[in-house]
């Protein structure tokens, strides 16, 4: 399994799960958790998903998924487990 966890950030629009979820059925991306909130006009979104059996390397699949966020107006970011836990160890 490679667990890898996904954020988007931005104004709330129609189609935003539905993008991102396209493209990760797509490369063959599991969702294995998944958290959003809307606060006012705010779209927030967590996943944590597996893309062990995705056939693109992180980079390419992080610089796709960035692109969706770019072309409907809000910022993704994709991060790979062990340095997203790296970065928030105390």
């Not at 390397?57 to 062990?82: N, P, R, T, Y």
């Amino acid at each position: 399994m490679k667990k890898t966890i996904i954020t988007v950030v931005g104004k709330d629009t129609v189609g935003i799960i539905a993008k991102v979820c396209t493209y990760l059925a797509d490369n063959k991306i599991n969702i294995l958790d998944i958290s959003q909130t809307i606060v006012q006009d705010y779209f927030n979104m967590m996943m944590i998903v597996d893309a062990g059996k995705c056939d693109k390397k992180f980079g390419e699949m992080a610089d796709e998924i960035e692109k969706i966020g770019e072309d409907i107006g809000v910022q993704i970011k994709v991060q790979q487990e062990d340095i997203f836990n790296s970065m928030h160890r105390i």
